[in-house]
Every structure is written in C-alpha cells, then in structure tokens.
C-alpha cells in the first residue's frame, strides 16, 4: 500500500486529492497538513513522523522550502501542484531534487499534456497555416488568457518559434501571418475548454480538451506519484511522465 502525507490537505484540490486516493486500489493517506492546523489535520508536515512512502503537495508556495526540507530529511520524493513559487523557491526545489525525486508541473492533467505533445507535432508538421487558441472558462475566473493557453501556445511556439502571440485582437488591424491568436471566453460554470485550431484555405485541423472537474489535477498527482515511486533523485515533469 503506497502511503501519501497530504500538504494543504484542508484545501479544495487536497479534499479532492483524498478523495481520489481513496478510490485508488493500493493508494492510502496516511496524514495532511494545513495551515493553523485547519481541518484537524496537523500544523506542519514535520508534527507527523509516522510510516510514509510519499508527500503530494496543493497548498501554498511560502510552505515550499519547510516542505522540500521535511522531504529531504525524511528522504520521501515530493510530487508538487502548488503554482506561484518564487525564483528562489523553485531553486530551492530543483536543489532539493539533488537527493530525493521531485515531480513538479504547473499543469497535473495528464490529457492536457498529451494535448500539448499533439499540438507540437502538429505545429511542426502542418506547415503555413493561422493558428488560433480559443479557451473558455465559468465567469469567476479573473485571469485572462488562461496558463494553460498560454502552455499550448508554448507549445505551438517550441516547433515555429518565428510566431507571437496576439491575446486581444479588436479594432481593424489584418491578421498577421505569425501570430498565434489567443481568446478568452468567459460563461457560465464552464471548468475550462481549450481548442488550438490550424487553419489554412482548404482545411482545418481543431485539437480540442475539455476539463469536466477540477479533480482531474488530482487524478494527474496520483499518476505523477506512481511514477515517481523508485525514481533516482532528480526534477521530473509531465514530459517524463508521457514518455515513461
Ligand atoms: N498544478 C496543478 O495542476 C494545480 C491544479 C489546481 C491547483 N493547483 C495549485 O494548488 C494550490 C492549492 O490550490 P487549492 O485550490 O486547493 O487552494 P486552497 O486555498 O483551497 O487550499 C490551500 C491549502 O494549503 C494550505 N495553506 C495555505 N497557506 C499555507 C501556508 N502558508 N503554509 C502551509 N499550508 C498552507 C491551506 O491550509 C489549504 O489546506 C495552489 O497553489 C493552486 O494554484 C495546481
């Protein structure tokens, strides 16, 4: 039985997290943590020193360096979702990763990967065409175009780095040929669709991924963590991951 220690386990995706290993033959919590001891769980990771295989982390980046030093010192690899680190903190990380195996992807969905490894190739292969990313999300949102829009325009832009990125196209400027067109559409409940179209005069090409429930980032953290599990020391992501 493979056991997690939860950090941020008092959050919306640590909630979701639990509830998805309790689904998972072979997967068990064994404790959480979150901040002030909310929830019940304990105040800092290192309150807990009982039996544990692994650490995956959705709570706050401040937490990064006591989390990273509560892995290495404990020698348990670290699978971590938490965005938003500083410079100095995903140093921290990538130190870290010098003697325990650390998983670290600003995207957990496994389909979004794959979406993105598609658009690559397809953005190397498709040759002179318009590119244009559409993505929607529910109307609570505040930032627009989306990272993950922003993920797939990358990855467009690693096979034709010549293009650019126009996020807010009005007024009567033509089209540019190198320009990779992001929109944003806000509506409804919407937990995120995007669509990267190819476009040329005889043809389109749409690759499409739609988000049904924000528990598909934690259905990608307990992939991440099978993965890591035997894995030598070392910083790992979701290309790693597809190629395993
Ligand atoms: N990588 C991904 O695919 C992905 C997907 C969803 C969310 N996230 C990230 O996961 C994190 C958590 O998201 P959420 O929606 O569950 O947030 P949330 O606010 O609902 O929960 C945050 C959790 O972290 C704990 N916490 C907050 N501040 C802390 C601190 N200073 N020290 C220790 N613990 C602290 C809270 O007690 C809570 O348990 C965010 O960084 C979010 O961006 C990443």
């Known amino acids: 039985m493979i056991k997690v220690i939860i950090n941020g386990a008092s959050g919306a995706m640590g909630k979701l997290l639990a509830q998805v290993i309790d689904r998972t033959d072979g997967m068990e919590v064994v404790a959480g943590a979150a901040l002030n001891g909310e929830g019940g769980f304990y105040s800092r990771l290192e309150e807990y020193q009982g039996p544990a295989d692994i650490v995956i982390d959705f709570s706050h980046h401040s937490d990064t360096v006591?989390?990273?030093?509560?892995?290495?010192s404990r020698g348990l690899p670290a699978v971590v979702c938490t965005t938003g680190q500083?410079?100095?903190?995903?140093?921290?990380?990538?130190?870290?990763a010098e003697s325990i195996p650390v998983f670290k992807s600003a995207n957990m969905s496994v389909?979004?990967?794959?979406?993105?490894?598609?658009?690559?190739?397809?953005?190397?292969?498709?040759?002179?065409?318009?590119?244009e990313i559409l993505e929607i999300h529910h109307n609570r949102k505040v930032d627009a175009p989306s990272g993950t829009a922003i993920m797939l325009a990358d990855a467009v832009r690693e096979a034709r780095p010549e293009l650019h990125y126009n996020t807010g196209r009005s007024g009567m400027a033509k089209r540019e040929p190198d320009e990779i067109g992001i929109s944003a559409v806000r509506m409804g409940n919407i937990v995120g669709t995007?669509?990267?179209?190819?476009?040329?005069?005889?043809?389109?090409?749409t690759i499409s991924h739609q988000a049904h429930d924000r528990a598909l980032f934690a259905d990608g953290a307990v992939a991440a963590a099978r993965f890591l599990l035997g894995k030598?020391?070392?910083?790992?992501?979701?290309?790693?991951?597809?190629?395993?």
């Open 66 to 72: 006591p989390m990273m030093d509560y892995c290495v």
């Open 86 to 96: 500083t410079d100095e903190e995903m140093e921290y990380i990538a130190k870290a």
């Open 111 to 131: 389909g979004v990967a794959l979406t993105a490894k598609i658009v690559r190739e397809v953005a190397a292969k498709f040759g002179a065409c318009d590119i």
């Open 232 to 244: 030598p020391a070392g910083l790992y992501n979701m290309d790693d991951l597809l190629a395993d």
């Open 194 to 205: 995007h669509e990267v179209m190819f476009g040329t005069n005889t043809q389109t090409i």
